[in-house]
């Protein structure tokens, strides 16, 4: 099983996908031609950000061609499976490095594209290098992603996610949970009955970027939907990709 990134459309390159289709072409060069998907699920951030992207397993056959520099394949055919959310791909990465390493103490991630998850009671994940994410799907559960393009997931009952890097996302679907986005341009989604609160900032003022306005809100199914990406512009929330 391996993992590929795609835009909002499912597309890739150009190319349209379709979940459950096989696709089949004559020659696959890594980097060059050919259906290219991953085996490490946090190296699609390489060219798909956390935040606007999506995600999928992806069975890959026929001739395959690897990667030097990360652990890109490239297929001559390939089948797409189900999509992936933000707290699906922390976990595929996860058991991928515990399948190739000893495990160590703490779920916290530094580097770039890095993953952490906390999956028990009352835990703690946190990604803070760039396009890094973070997963908390026990209750009470934390997430926070402070690096740039970062995207943190709270699935837990009255979890918290946090994103506050520049361009980051920040979701909550566990019930009563909270979902906050504070960087430049960030975003933030909600199940029904959790709340978001979104800042928005100027331009830099040779200092920083200021705080325009910040507004929090509980995702009600009217004014706010479920399951829907806000930024805020203006002082006001706006649906965004």
């Known amino acids: 099983m391996n993992y590929k990134g795609m835009d909002k459309d499912m597309k890739c390159r150009g190319f349209q996908y379709e979940v459950g289709k096989e696709y089949e072409t004559d020659k696959a060069v890594a980097c060059e031609c050919g259906f290219h998907a991953f085996e490490y699920p946090l190296d699609v951030f390489n060219y798909y950000p956390p935040a606007g992207s999506r995600f999928f397993e992806v069975?890959?056959?026929?001739?395959?061609?690897?990667?030097?520099?990360?652990?890109?394949?490239?297929?001559?055919?390939?089948?797409?499976?189900?999509?992936?959310?933000?707290?699906?791909?922390?976990?595929a990465a996860v058991e991928y490095t515990k399948e190739r390493c000893t495990?160590?103490?703490?779920?916290?991630?530094?580097?770039?594209?890095g993953a952490a998850s906390a999956t028990g009671t009352r835990g703690a994940a946190s990604a803070t290098?760039?396009?890094?994410?973070?997963?908390?799907?026990?209750?009470?559960?934390?997430?926070?992603?402070?690096?740039?393009?970062?995207?943190?997931?709270?699935t837990g009952y009255q979890g918290a996610?946090?994103?506050?890097?520049?361009?980051?996302?920040?979701?909550?679907?566990?019930k009563a949970s909270i979902a906050v986005a504070?960087?430049?341009?960030?975003?933030?989604?909600?199940?029904?009955?959790?709340?978001?609160?979104?800042?928005?900032?100027?331009?830099?003022d040779g200092e920083t970027y200021p705080i325009l306005s910040a507004k929090a809100a509980v995702v009600d199914g009217k004014t706010i939907k479920p399951g829907v990406w806000y930024t805020l512009k203006g002082g006001e929330f706006v649906e965004c990709d």
């Open 129 to 154: 290098g760039d396009y890094g994410a973070a997963s908390a799907t026990g209750d009470y559960g934390a997430a926070s992603a402070t690096g740039d393009y970062g995207a943190a997931s709270a």
């Open 182 to 204: 504070s960087g430049i341009e960030g975003k933030a989604m909600g199940a029904l009955g959790c709340a978001i609160c979104l800042v928005e900032r100027g331009e830099w």
């Open 59 to 91: 069975e890959q056959s026929g001739e395959l061609s690897k990667n030097d520099g990360d652990s890109k394949v490239a297929s001559t055919k390939i089948k797409i499976g189900a999509e992936l959310n933000i707290a699906g791909l922390v976990k």
């Open 103 to 113: 495990q160590g103490e703490g779920e916290r991630a530094t580097g770039y594209y």
């Open 161 to 174: 996610a946090s994103a506050t890097g520049d361009y980051g996302a920040a979701s909550a679907t566990g």
